[in-house]
């Protein structure tokens, strides 16, 4: 499980259940564990204000360097 938090203000935004290597780019909705972020339709905020990204269908796509990754994935 991985912890994802803003970039601007280091507040929780997903845990998250990231399998494989790589950079992540988006989260599949299906594995967000904890979902602390505030949504206005599809656009996803920090509670800071800070704009991490943009639900599209299935996942959310994140915009890189909003966010730092925490925590490691499964192998
Ligand atoms: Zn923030």
Redesign the pocket.
């Known amino acids: 499980m991985i912890t994802i938090t803003?970039?601007?203000?280091?507040?929780k935004?997903f845990r998250y259940q990231k399998i494989g290597k790589g950079k992540l780019l988006h989260c599949w909705k299906t594995r967000i564990s904890s979902d602390y972020t505030v949504r206005e339709d599809d656009q996803v905020y920090?509670?800071?204000?800070?704009h991490v990204g943009v639900v599209e269908g299935p996942w959310i796509n994140l915009h890189g360097g909003s966010f730092a990754v925490r925590g490691s994935a499964l192998k």
């Open positions: 803003c970039a601007a203000c280091g507040r935004l920090c509670p800071c204000g800070r």
